[in-house]
């Protein structure tokens, strides 16, 4: 167990539906990534915040965004989903600093199927 | 523009050794990741190497030549449960992290 929490856990919407996926990191850890793998694909880099504040932006879309919480805890919102969509959606953190990173602690992922 | 090469697949047998070659070409240096991560499930630290050798631990080890930008990673007396991707990645000079596309491994009896 690595201390990071996702729910849901699975998730089945429809083509145009907008869903919220949370995460709370490890106790301690300032930084929340996001990250998107496809079936048989590697990791995407979505997103990265630090204490609240975006930190780094991968590929993500536009018809996505993400937030940080006061108390640390992030969530990833997925909006007029497509087919494509569908995948593991996983939320790392690491403790970091403003200087440099550290590594990165996985949560459980959310499945997120689009039909 | 940054890239990581891993093999796609390796095929090895129970009870051998396996080495899975990672390279890189990024802007800037600050550290290698080695992650393993079975079907369905989060990736799950397995190393880090900043400095040029290798870090043993237990029956993984990892290799860095910062010089050649080469990393590998080595897997000895392999078992079932080794069947996993694994995933190289590499902390650029913003300290983000860019990940290679993983290389599954398949152990067979």
């Known amino acids: 167990d690595s201390g990071v929490t996702q729910t849901p856990k699975h998730l089945i919407t429809a083509t145009g539906q907008r869903v919220t996926l949370r995460c709370s990191p490890r106790?301690?850890?300032?930084?929340v990534y996001w990250y998107q793998q496809s079936l048989d694909q590697g990791l995407q880099f979505l997103i990265q915040?630090?204490?609240?504040?975006?930190?780094a932006k991968g590929n993500i879309l536009e018809r996505f965004s993400a937030q940080q919480f006061p108390d640390l805890h992030s969530e990833l919102n997925l909006s007029s989903l497509e087919l494509g969509d569908s995948a593991l959606y996983f939320c790392a953190s690491s403790v970091d600093s403003e200087s440099g990173g550290s590594e990165q602690f996985f949560g459980p992922g959310t499945r997120l199927t689009v039909l | 523009g940054q890239n990581i090469d891993q093999p796609t697949e390796m095929t090895a047998t129970e009870g051998a050794i396996v080495q899975i070659n990672c390279t890189y070409q990024t802007s800037g240096f600050n550290g290698l990741f080695w992650y393993q991560q079975h079907a369905g499930e989060a990736p799950t630290f397995l190393s880090y190497n900043v400095l040029d050798g290798l870090e043993e631990k237990g029956r993984f080890s990892s290799f860095l030549s910062r010089s050649k930008g080469y990393s590998y990673l080595l897997l000895k007396e392999l078992q079932m449960k080794d069947s996993a991707s694994y995933l190289c990645?590499?902390?650029?000079?913003?300290?983000?992290?860019?990940w290679g596309a993983g290389t599954k491994l398949i152990i067979k009896p």
């Open positions: 915040y630090y204490n609240g504040e975006e930190r």
């Open positions: 990645a590499v902390r650029d000079s913003n300290y983000q992290l860019i």
């Open positions: 106790s301690g850890d300032l930084s």
